[in-house]
């Protein structure tokens, strides 16, 4: 079993930053992949971004490159999603994925941004 706490949303106006944290707990916590995805209202769910177990980025999707910036703190068992130059179309809530077997989702975070 993983259990993912997301953290750090909120609203801000547009070029605004936040953090969002991901805490994970349960069996192979620190040692895998994990992702970040967003739904906005109305729209499928999409990935962000993702990092290794190892804290190397492994993704970021084109529409938030140079934006977003992905890591990860094994010791903590935490990633974190660092947003700045956050865009009105940004707005979603934006979730923590693991694989671990199963998928394994947080319960999200809502990221308003208002222009």
């Known amino acids: 079993q993983v259990q993912l706490v997301e953290s750090g949303g909120g609203s801000v106006q547009a070029g605004g930053s936040l953090r969002l944290s991901c805490a994970a707990s349960?069996?192979?916590?620190?040692?895998?992949?994990v992702d970040w995805f967003r739904q906005a209202p109305g729209k499928e769910r999409v990935r962000v971004a993702a990092i290794t177990g190892n804290g190397i980025p492994a993704y970021y999707a084109d529409f938030v490159k140079g934006r977003f910036t992905i890591s990860r703190d094994n010791a903590k068992n935490t990633v974190t999603l660092q947003l700045n130059s956050l865009k009105p179309e940004d707005t979603a809530v934006y979730y923590c994925?693991?694989?671990?077997?199963?998928?394994?989702w947080g319960q999200g975070t809502q990221v308003t941004v208002s222009s």
């Open positions: 349960g069996r192979a916590a620190s040692i895998n992949t």
């Open positions: 994925h693991m694989r671990v077997g199963n998928d394994y």
